[in-house]
C-alpha cells in the first residue's frame, strides 16, 4: 500500500512539473525593447493616430499588462534597465542611478566607471562590472556555452551595459561628444557593421548638422491634450548648438531612429537568429519630454514623439519578420517606469509645498552637529536626497557613528519639506516594515549615504550650484509591459506586475537559468495560463 501511494505521490509530481514547462518552441531571436519614460496613458491616448503594423501590432496581438511597479524609490534609466534585465533591485545589482558620489575623493563619477578599459570611440572608461549580478543575456551566453550572439544598442552608456550585460558581444551608445557608436574594450568581440557605420558619412556625427526636428504629420492632429498652448510649426535644428546638440538630439524622435537603423544594418546582414542557440537583440528608445519645447508638459513635440515611435517600431517589426520571422522572435517591450515632470507653477498660484535648498540645508545642519560634537566639518556632501558624513573624522573622535546618525535625523526631520529621515545604521539593521523595506530595496551597501531624506510632494529641490530644480512627485507612472511573437497569446491583463518578474519569465521561456539574483515568481500567462 505503503509503494502504491508513494508511485501515485511521484506520478502526480512528474505531471505536474511537466505540465508548467513552457510549451512551444524556443525562438531562435529575443529583441528588448526598453523606452525610458514611457508612459501606457499616452500610448492609449495616442494611438488611434497610429498605423496598425507598430503599437497596435503589438497591442492586439501580444500580450499586454497594463501597468509595471518599482519597488525602489527614485526611479532613473540606470537603476530602473538594470532591475528589468536582473530581476533583481538595486540593493543586489548595485546600480542606483547613473552616477556616485565617491566619499574618498569627493568626486563625482559615472557608476560604470572602470579604469581597467579603455573606451572605443571614447574617452570614457567605462564596463558593466559595477553590475553585481548577472543578467538574462548572460545566463543565455552561459547556457548556449558563448554560442548566443548578444547585442545591446542604447543613447546611454548605462542603458546599453544594463541591457547587453557582462557577456554581450558588443554593448554601444551614442557618444556625447562625437556622435559615434561608442563600446568599451571590456567587450572583445569585434562588430564591423559598427565599426563600418563609424567610419562612414552616415555616422551621426557627419549629418547631425543636417539635422532638423519638424511635425511628421500636420499639427494640429496633435490635438490630445486641451491643455496645449503653443501648437506651432516647431523647427528644432540640431546643428546651431555645438555643445549641447548631441544631448539634445537625444531628448529627441531621432534617437529612436539611430538606434533603430543600427538594429535594422544588423537584422539585413543577416547572421542574429540564425543559430542553434537564441541570438540577443536589446534597443533602448527614449519617449520623454524634449526641453526646448515651449510647453514644456503637454507638448506637441511628445505627441510627435509617440508618433515617430510607433513609425520606429513598425520599421523594426517589419524587418524582424522579413529576416528571422515573427513567429521565431521573441518580443518585449517594457517601460522605465517613471516620466521627468517639466513642470511650471503659475505665477500668481499658491502651492502648499515650498523650496528645499540642500546647501542650506547642509549648513544648519554641521552648525548643529558642531554644537554637540564640536567645530569640525562633519558633512562631506549632499548628493541624490542623500548626506555622506566624514567617517574618518568621526571615527577619530571616537564618537558612536549609531548615535551621530541618529542625532542629525532627529535634527533634520523637524525641517520643513521634509518627510522622513533614515540612517545608513536603520537601512541595515533596522526591524523589518514595508515602508523601510521599499528604500533598502534603492540602496547597495559600500555606494550609499549616512542619511536618506524622503521629502514630502509638492516640494522644489532647488541646487544653487547647478541650476538644476526638481519637484518632488510620488505619484505613480502607468507603463505597460507587452510581449509579442513566439507562440505568444494574445491577451490583456489588468494587473500591475513586478519589474523583477520579467527575468525569470523571459529566461523561463527560454529554458534557462533566471539571472542569479532573480527571486520573483514567473508570469503564468506568458506561457497560455
Do not use: C
Request: charged share 20%.
Amino acid at each position: 500500500m505503503v509503494r502504491i501511494l508513494s508511485s501515485l505521490v511521484a506520478f502526480f509530481s512528474i505531471t505536474t512539473l511537466f505540465a508548467q514547462m513552457p510549451s512551444g518552441e524556443i525562438p531562435k531571436l529575443v529583441v528588448s525593447i526598453t523606452i525610458d519614460q514611457f508612459r501606457g496613458d499616452y500610448l492609449e491616448m495616442f494611438r488611434h493616430k497610429f498605423g496598425n503594423r507598430g503599437f497596435n501590432r503589438l497591442l492586439t496581438n501580444g500580450l499586454v499588462y497594463n501597468n509595471i511597479y518599482y519597488d525602489f524609490p527614485n526611479l532613473n534609466k540606470a537603476s530602473a534597465i538594470t532591475t528589468i534585465f536582473t530581476g533583481a533591485n538595486p540593493s543586489y545589482h548595485g546600480i542606483m542611478a547613473e552616477n556616485k558620489y565617491l566619499v574618498e575623493s569627493n568626486l563625482e563619477i559615472s557608476t560604470f566607471f572602470d579604469d581597467n578599459y579603455l573606451g572605443n570611440f571614447t574617452t570614457e572608461k567605462l564596463s558593466p562590472l559595477p553590475i553585481k549580478v548577472s543578467t538574462i543575456a548572460d545566463e543565455l551566453k552561459v547556457a548556449s556555452a558563448g554560442q548566443s550572439d548578444i547585442l545591446a544598442f542604447a543613447p546611454d552608456a548605462s542603458q546599453a551595459f544594463a541591457s547587453g550585460g557582462h557577456a554581450a558581444s558588443g554593448a554601444f551608445w551614442i557618444e556625447d561628444v562625437n556622435g559615434k557608436w561608442a563600446t568599451s574594450t571590456f567587450y572583445k568581440a569585434k562588430q564591423p557593421v559598427v565599426d563600418q557605420h563609424n567610419r562612414s558619412t552616415q555616422s551621426l556625427s557627419n549629418t547631425i548638422g543636417s539635422i532638423t526636428w519638424r511635425p511628421a504629420i500636420d499639427v494640429n492632429r496633435y490635438d490630445v491634450f486641451p491643455y496645449t498652448r503653443n501648437k506651432y510649426n516647431f523647427q528644432h535644428y540640431f546643428g546651431v548648438d555645438k555643445k549641447d546638440n548631441i544631448r539634445l538630439f537625444k531628448q529627441s524622435p531621432y534617437v529612436n531612429k539611430e538606434v533603430n537603423d543600427m538594429a535594422l544594418r544588423l537584422l539585413e546582414a543577416g547572421s542574429l537568429g540564425k543559430r542553434m542557440n537564441p541570438d540577443f537583440l536589446a534597443l533602448t528608445f527614449y519617449a520623454g519630454n524634449y526641453e526646448k519645447a515651449l510647453d514644456k508638459n503637454y507638448s506637441v513635440e511628445i505627441q510627435d514623439t509617440y508618433y515617430r515611435l510607433d513609425q520606429e517600431m513598425e520599421r523594426l517589426l517589419d524587418a524582424i519578420d522579413a529576416s528571422v520571422g515573427l513567429k521565431n522572435t521573441l518580443i518585449f517591450v517594457v517601460s522605465t517606469g517613471y516620466f521627468d515632470e517639466q513642470e511650471i507653477i503659475p505665477e500668481e498660484m499658491v502651492t502648499s509645498g515650498g523650496d528645499f535648498y540642500p546647501d542650506r540645508s547642509q549648513a544648519l545642519l554641521n552648525m548643529y552637529l558642531m554644537a554637540l560634537y564640536g567645530r569640525e566639518q562633519w558633512i562631506k556632501k549632499y548628493y541624490d536626497r542623500q548626506f555622506f558624513f566624514d567617517r574618518k573624522l568621526i571615527e577619530d573622535k571616537k564618537i558612536d557613528l549609531k548615535e551621530f546618525q541618529q542625532k542629525a535625523a532627529e535634527f533634520l526631520v523637524q525641517s520643513a519639506g521634509i518627510q522622513d529621515v533614515i540612517t545608513s545604521y536603520q537601512m541595515l539593521h533596522g526591524a523589518h516594515n514595508p515602508d523601510l523595506q521599499y528604500y533598502r530595496n534603492g540602496i547597495y551597501k559600500g555606494v550609499s549615504a549616512d542619511l536618506f531624506l524622503q521629502l514630502q510632494p509638492g516640494w522644489r529641490i532647488v541646487d544653487t550650484q547647478s541650476d538644476q530644480n526638481e519637484r518632488v512627485r510620488n505619484n505613480a507612472v502607468v507603463a505597460p509591459v507587452i510581449f509579442f511573437g513566439s507562440d505568444i497569446k494574445p491577451q490583456r491583463v489588468e494587473r500591475t506586475i513586478d519589474a523583477t518578474e520579467i527575468a525569470p519569465s523571459v529566461a523561463y521561456r527560454l529554458r534557462i537559468r533566471a539571472p542569479n539574483a532573480a527571486k520573483a515568481k514567473i508570469l503564468v500567462e506568458l506561457f497560455g495560463k
